[in-house]
Every structure is written in C-alpha cells, then in structure tokens.
C-alpha cells in the first residue's frame, strides 16, 4: 500500500521557521522524484519545490528561493521541505508528491499557517 504522511506542519510567526517531513512507503522510494506543493484557499494548487531522485538536482519556485529547501534521505524514505523566513502569504495546505514516469503519488496534507 503506497503511503505519503506529511508531517511538521503548524502555526509560526511571521519570519519564523519550519520543517517539514514526508514519509513514504509502499513504494521504491529512490526510483522517485519527489515534490512539495502547496494550496492557499481559494487558489490553485502550486509547485514549490522539486528534487531528483538522489538529490543531485532541485528546483524551487520564485516566491520561495532562497528562504525554502529541500532534501531528501533515501535511506529514510524521507523527503523535507525546511521553511525559512515565512511570510503569511506561504499559509497553505502543503502536499508531498511522488513521481516516476506515470506513477503519481499524493499525501492527505499538512497545515501550515504563518500569522501574528
């Protein structure tokens, strides 16, 4: 059974930071590229970073360059997201993904919500 669990996810002041996990299982996890999304309410669900299948490459998206980066222990079955700098305009629902060629994976989702 393929599982993805986030976890990490909470309430944090502005400029403060977190980490977030996401465990996998039930598949090779080291045949995946995996990513972290995001969905604020009432808007689209967004790609906020990306990393190879072992690590050699990673991509994020503009908004978080240089505060966000992700990892990923192989060993551990284990992909993060470490979130600095957060601003209230990164409060969303962030999803973990698994991806290999046509196989598509989705975790249920961790709140993250950056607020005075």
């Known amino acids: 059974q393929v599982r993805l669990v986030e976890s990490g996810g909470g309430l944090v002041q502005p400029g403060g930071s977190l980490r977030l996990s996401c465990a996998a299982s039930g598949f090779t996890f080291n045949n995946y590229a995996m990513n972290w999304y995001r969905q604020a309410p009432g808007k689209e669900r967004e790609l906020v970073a990306t990393i190879t299948t072992f690590g050699r490459s990673t991509n994020y998206a503009d908004s978080v360059k240089g505060r966000f980066t992700i990892s990923r222990d192989n060993a551990k079955n284990t992909v993060y997201l470490q979130m600095n700098s957060l601003k209230p305009e990164d409060t969303a629902v962030y999803y973990c993904?698994?991806?290999?060629?046509?196989?598509?994976?989705w975790g249920q989702g961790t709140q993250v919500t950056v607020s005075s």
């Open positions: 993904n698994a991806v290999f060629y046509l196989s598509n994976y």
